[in-house]
Nanobody
């Protein structure tokens, strides 16, 4: 059984920073690598950032230049460094790896 556990969410003021972590219980092969998604109330879940096993990254336009995704393969962990946070970044952030999803961690950005 594969488990993904997110951590690092919380309440932060606009302009602040947070670092999310996603720890996997085991390694799997996924051509699309690991990714972070988010879902705000009333909105669909959207891709925030993704990183392949080869280290290739892609980002949603709304977070480019502010967020950075990375991974530590030895620790089976992915990270999402979020800087210059805006109120519109408020959402539940989910980790994805292959067919597996974490339960999410809430990020709230206040004005």
């Amino acid at each position: 059984q594969m488990q993904l556990v997110e951590s690092g969410g919380g309440l932060v003021q606009a302009g602040g920073s947070l670092r999310l972590s996603c720890a996997a219980s085991r390694t799997i092969f996924s051509p699309n690598g690991m990714g972070w998604y988010r879902q705000a109330p009333g909105n669909e879940r959207e891709l925030v950032a993704r990183i392949t096993s080869g280290g290739v990254t892609n980002y949603a336009d709304s977070v480019k230049g502010r967020f950075s995704i990375s991974r530590d393969s030895a620790k089976k962990t992915a990270y999402l460094e979020m800087n210059s946070l805006k109120p519109e970044d408020t959402a539940v952030y989910y980790c994805n790896w292959g067919a597996y999803w974490g339960k999410g961690t809430l990020v709230t950005v206040s004005t």
